[in-house]
């Protein structure tokens, strides 16, 4: 194949110039300023700086919230990602089932996908407060619920309303997944299997695999820092340091608590181990789905 | 010629609305919200209609920490307001930045511009809390409240009891009574401000080393160290488990609300609290704290100061300092703070506010105002009227994350309290390098 050749005058410069300055304003930058913040000492103000190795990162390592948050996150990004993720499922192959009114039942389920994460924050508020919530109130007559004081709850509290909204997304996704498969498989799997279910399993599942790996990486990620918002207007964290995620107590040690220097250094950590899980997945994951 | 008409309109227009442009513009941020944000605007509205000079711009900018983090970042960028106004638990920062220039102390501010002040027109105790080491006034005194307790006479009468109790003896009697009765007896809404270090302050005994800070920067807390502290904790969950007292999470309002809809007998709160709870629930009366006879042998002894001070930033020019001295006093005026107290069940913070309360028979006709500058006023504190305890935001945070555990009774008191412990001191440690 020829290659085709084009004469360099710097004009491609001038035009990538604008997006490298978006870039580097709101990417590069604020990644070197982490850097810094992580590797030295420094007060609120940002005077008595100095350089401290690694002392930001031992003190974390030496504190036990940090590995608290550090559980949640990893137990909530895998709940989270397998709920939503089965839930959309199941919903974008009922849906795509549906003869009359699909648009209707589309449109609806897709609706909860442009709600903040704050926002839903706050609704899931009023239905697990104690005073007035519905869900409080049925939890509590199932089982005595109390996320005050309940990790348990807390969890259960803080995935429902994680995982409400995340659904909508996965539904979007399986449902433009599920009507890409060509309806010449579909149909010459039906001559050969009359079951529904291992149709399902053996033919669509496989095919959607694509969806799924992508969806996966949208979920942790999602669980990993857009729950945020979640987090601040629902638990806070509480009851100890249970219900905090990586990025949360980042922002509370930054943000409220002042300590650039710790803020910076698991920001860091956070980096490293979203680079790790990634690369885990493209390398053991992605090797065994097949894109046509 | 419509056009040129409409045009001379509008810079006719714009000439009239320059003229509130023309006035010094004094920045003051400040972190209340709801009804004392409210007054707030209030008091710079006043002021920029008493004088013709100078323009105060409130902006609200969310919780105490969301107005300091704010400041922070604003003063990072340089484009820092003139005032603002920083909480109890970062006032130990603010004090520490006034040998960066970040922070300009009240006298400071008088001497380098000529301004004529009186520093002494503060009440002594409220003006040393956000004092430096050499007793000069940095913080300017604003919204000074302490914690107190609310009682609902109606509960009280209605199960037969007579007196509100003084000591926490007394409210373990009466507790049983109450809950019978189908009531929650005790919620409180801040266990680190209320129940950590107040409860230190209000029985006398001191909460870090290095006297309390004042004397040393503090390296380590005392909460598994003071035997009254564990015992009061002890308490405290004995309670919980019995019912005596309903813990509503962290939130200050949900630990609220039960009392303000009639549903518990006792509330710790703040003295600013007053405001929102007049008019809404019928029957209340404003109490100081109780204290454990057993620990202080009957004595009673002030609480600290809680609440925020407002503090003057570095950065701008002559006119405008004397613009905000001129506020300042306008603040500090016996009208104006005793407006202040009034509205707000914030103490009174000036002599003159004082006495034109007493002139003027003020607590006759409002009681509930008296409890928080009979609590402050106090006397026979053998330790410092305040702390001096870097990253106290994230100590706060520390002592939060062992309450929850401990009153489910995953870790047992002394863990809990020596895990506080274990924490602060980190963060102490951390603090004390920036130094």
Known sequence: MKKVQFKSNYSQYFFLAPQLLILLIFLYWPIIQTFKDAFTMQDAFGFGSQFAGFDNFLFIFSDPSYFTAFKFTIIYSFVITFITGSIGLLLAVQANKVMHGKSTYKTLLIWPYAIAPAVVGVMANYFFSERYGLLHHLFNNLWGFNWYENVFDAYIYVIIAGSWKQISANFIFFLAGLQAIQKTVIEASIIDCKSNIRRFWTITFPLLMPTTFFLIIINITYAFFDTFGIIDTTTIGAPGSETKTLVYKAYIDGFKGLDLGSAGAQSIMMMIIVLVITIFQFRYIEGKIHYN | ?435
């Open chain 2, 1 to 435: 010629m419509k056009k040129l008409i409409s045009i001379f309109v509008l810079l006719v227009s714009f000439a009239f609305t320059s003229n509130s442009y023309s006035k010094t513009e004094i920045h003051w941020w400040y972190g209340n919200s709801g009804f004392l944000g409210d007054v707030i605007i209030e008091i710079a509205n006043r002021f920029n209609e008493s004088q013709d000079e100078y323009m105060v711009i409130p902006t609200g900018k969310g919780s105490y920490e969301d107005n300091m983090a704010a400041t922070i970042a604003a003063f990072r960028a340089g484009d820092q307001p003139h005032y603002s106004q920083v909480y109890d638990a970062g006032a130990a920062i603010m004090v520490a930045q006034v040998k960066n220039g970040v922070v300009i102390g009240f006298e400071e501010m008088a001497e380098k511009y000529g301004i004529d002040v009186d520093a002494d027109n503060y009440i002594p105790g409220i003006k040393n809390f956000y004092a430096d080491g050499d007793g000069k006034m940095i913080g300017v005194p604003f919204n000074s409240s302490t914690c107190l307790m609310y009682a609902n006479m109606d509960i009280l009468n209605e199960v037969g009891i007579e007196e509100v109790p003084k000591t926490y003896e007394e409210f373990e009697g009466m507790a049983q009574k109450i809950l019978d009765a189908g009531y929650i007896p005790l919620l409180q809404s801040h266990s680190p401000w209320i129940w950590t270090e107040n409860f230190f302050s209000r029985h006398n005994l001191l909460m870090t080393d290095g006297n309390n800070g004042y004397d040393a920067v503090p390296t380590k807390t005392l909460f598994a160290d003071t035997e009254a502290f564990v015992y009061h904790w002890t308490k405290v969950k004995e309670w919980y488990e019995k019912g005596y007292y309903g813990y509503k999470g962290r939130a200050w309002g949900d630990n609220q609300a039960p009392f303000t809809n009639g549903e518990a007998a006792f509330w710790f709160g703040s003295a600013a609290s007053f405001g929102g709870m007049k008019g809404v629930l019928p029957n209340f009366t404003t109490n100081p704290i109780p204290y454990w006879d057993s620990v202080t042998g009957g004595k009673e002894y002030p609480t600290f100061i809680g609440g925020a001070a407002n503090w003057i930033l570095n950065g701008h020019t002559e006119e405008e300092y004397r613009g905000l001295a001129k506020f300042i006093e306008f603040m500090g005026s016996p009208e104006m703070d005793l407006y202040y107290h009034n509205m707000t069940g914030y103490a009174a913070v000036t002599k003159g506010g004082i006495e034109l309360a007493e002139t003027i028979n003020f607590y006759r006709a409002s009681p509930y105002h008296k409890a928080v500058g009979d609590q402050l006023g106090l006397e026979g504190s053998t330790i410092p009227g305040g702390y001096r305890a870097g990253n106290w935001p994230q100590i706060r945070e520390v002592i939060y994350e062992n309450v929850e555990p401990m009153l489910n009774g995953d870790i047992t008191v002394e863990k809990a309290l020596s895990n506080m412990d274990k924490g602060a001191a980190k963060l102490l440690k951390q603090f004390a390098k920036t130094l």
